[in-house]
């Protein structure tokens, strides 16, 4: 019948219809058989509900352990703009409003123990030489003024040496690195 209805006439469909009989169902019986059947299964699970509680309180643990991590970084990163870094040494705002060649750390101090790997995104030269200075304890001087502004993407491990990331810094064509002795000079 369902293959080929054209070969019946509409007397035979509903007569075949009328036959077929649906039983109804008591809905009050077969929703105290479902709540039946649910009620057991939360009495079944304490167990389950518990490891729920411990896995959740765990990843909001990992959660807010990155999150502090991840604001300890950026708080370092926010200390060492060059905003602050005048901030500290007004001798360095002053020397930067006279135009006068000067040293980026005037005081040279070996950080070995405490370099640490670093990475800039879009951060200035002036900046990058800070870090740089503080990590290898090299003086820095920039002999042309437009180079402190420059932005680079930079990325060096604490166990890489001074003369590899001059390398990489220099690549890039706008900026000439060299390092004689305990200084670096910038063109």
């Known amino acids: 019948m369902l293959l080929h209805p054209e070969q019946y ?10 036959e077929t009989s649906i039983p109804v169902p008591d809905v009050e019986e077969e929703w105290q058989q479902f709540k039946a059947r649910h009620q057991r299964h939360r009495r079944q699970n304490p167990m389950m509900r518990w490891a729920a509680i411990i896995v959740t309180v765990a990843a909001l643990s990992g ?7 991840h604001f300890a970084k950026t708080n370092d990163v926010k200390e060492n703009t060059p905003a ?13 409003q006279q135009g006068t060649e000067y040293d ?4 040279v101090v070996r950080n070995d123990s405490v370099r ?17 200075s503080r990590d290898y304890g090299v003086r820095v001087v ?9 932005r680079f993407y930079l ?12 390398n990489r810094i220099n690549h890039f064509e706008k900026v000439h ?10 063109e």
């Open 116 to 132: 640490k790997d670093q990475q800039f995104n879009n951060v200035e030269l002036q900046q990058i030489m800070q870090q740089l």
């Open 155 to 166: 990325k060096w491990e604490a166990n890489d040496s001074i003369q590899d990331i001059l």
């Open 104 to 107: 980026v750390a005037p005081i």
């Open 177 to 186: 690195l060299t390092l004689s002795e305990e200084t670096i000079t910038i």
């Open 142 to 150: 920039f002999k042309n003024e437009a180079t402190r502004t420059l």
């Open 63 to 69: 959660i807010t352990y990155a999150a502090i991590q």
């Open 84 to 96: 602050a870094a005048s901030q500290q040494k007004p001798e360095v705002q002053e020397m930067e």
């Open 9 to 18: 006439t509409d007397e035979q469909l509903d007569q075949m219809l009328d």
